[in-house]
């Protein structure tokens, strides 16, 4: 760096073009990496459960047996309720 105190001005070195060193380079690559890193970690933690684990799971068939079973009952116990009454 030159200081002209007569003429009132500084002048530094040349400018040197940073596009022309490494350094961008290797700013966006890490970026781009932690970027990649978040996403890869991001899909890991939404992964759903392994089919294993639905075995334990009643059917969509059961389900509905099941629950018409239950307005069946739910019925009978209706009925019985409405013959107690006088």
Same mark, same amino acid.
């Given at each position: ?15 040197? /073009?940073? =596009? ?7 700013a ?8 990649? /890193? ?6 890991? #933690? ?5 089919? #294993? =684990?639905?075995? @334990?799971?009643?059917? #969509?068939?059961? $389900?509905?047996? $099941?629950?018409?079973? /239950? ?6 116990? #209706?009925?019985? @309720? @409405? /013959?107690?009454?006088?």
């Amino acid at each position: 760096i030159l200081i002209n105190h007569e003429k009132g001005f500084v002048q530094s070195k040349e400018t040197m /073009d940073i =596009y022309g060193t490494r350094e961008p380079q290797l700013a966006f690559h890490q970026r781009i990496s932690f970027c990649l /890193d978040i996403h890869n970690m991001s899909v890991k #933690a939404m992964r759903f459960p392994p089919k #294993a =684990y639905n075995k @334990d799971l009643e059917s #969509a068939e059961e $389900r509905r047996e $099941r629950e018409q079973q /239950d307005l069946e009952f739910a019925k009978e116990m #209706a009925e019985d @309720d @409405d /013959d107690s009454f006088p």
